[in-house]
């Protein structure tokens, strides 16, 4: 029984430290199915998540889902997209929101399915998930892939 709890604890701190490895699926980044985009690349998506980009292109206001630092997801995101770790990614928010420079901060959601939520009631939405999470979902549509 203590060899199965130490090879667990690994599994564990394994999975902390290198979380985008414990990602199997892709990330897919969504949209509500009334956007009127298509496609974004990484660049636009790095632009609308760090607050370059505050409008859709037909004026719409951006609403930002983000899932918890600890979600293996979100340092898929975050190394692919912003180039930073979730934690660092966390500090520059709390940083900008104390010098009240914070435009429009990612709502952090404890799960996908809060997300997904979220994203099929709001036309100025975006978030990500894991594409097998919407995959023939109607009410979203998948603007981009992450590996």
Known sequence: MRILSKIVLGVFFIAM????????????????RANPVEKLDAREINKIFTNKTLLWPDGTPITLYDLSIGDP?????????????????????????????????PQTMKSQALIIRRISREKGAIGYVSIGSVKNNPDVKIINTLQ
């Open 73 to 105: 997801l979100r340092s898929v995101f975050s190394d692919e997209i912003l180039g930073k770790t979730p934690d660092m990614v966390a500090e520059e928010w709390a940083h900008l929101k104390i010098a009240n420079q914070a435009k429009n901060p």
């Open 17 to 32: 430290l290198f979380p985008a490895a414990f990602a199997s699926e892709q990330v897919a980044i969504i949209v509500n």
